[in-house]
């Protein structure tokens, strides 16, 4: 599985953006996949997940009510939406995810980040 994620940008505070995480390769053995981010100094925290199943989400505290996670499974692509920024919400955006198979067990793919800057 392959990540493309894309949408980063420079945003004052309390606009929006909306980044994207293009999947590919064996997209039906992925079970997760999630945003991450890391601010500089600061280590990689979780942002939001989404299930492949039942489309179950989770969202960091920091996050909750002003982000919100989606999929378009015939796109195989996830989003993020990203409302009421903030300057600390400034950091590189990673794509994840988590999957199985028989061949390889459990892996994790990461994608190549997308920096997102909020001004204040």
């Known amino acids: 599985v392959q990540l493309v994620e894309s949408g980063g940008g420079l945003v004052q505070a309390g606009g929006s953006l909306r980044l994207s995480c293009a999947a590919s390769g064996s997209t039906s053995t992925i079970n997760v996949m999630g945003w991450y981010r890391q601010a500089p100094g600061k280590q990689r925290e979780l942002v939001a997940t989404?299930?492949?199943?039942?489309?179950?989400?989770n969202y960091a505290d920091s996050v909750k009510g002003r982000f919100t996670i989606s999929r378009d499974n015939a796109k195989n692509t996830v989003y993020l939406h990203m409302n009421s920024l903030k300057p600390e919400d400034t950091a590189v955006y990673y794509c994840?995810?988590?999957?199985?198979?028989?061949?390889?067990?459990?892996?994790?793919?990461w994608g190549q980040g997308t920096q997102v800057t909020v001004s204040s």
């Open positions: 994840n995810a988590l999957g199985y198979t028989i061949r390889t067990g459990a892996y994790v793919t």
């Open positions: 989404i299930t492949s199943g039942s489309a179950s989400t």
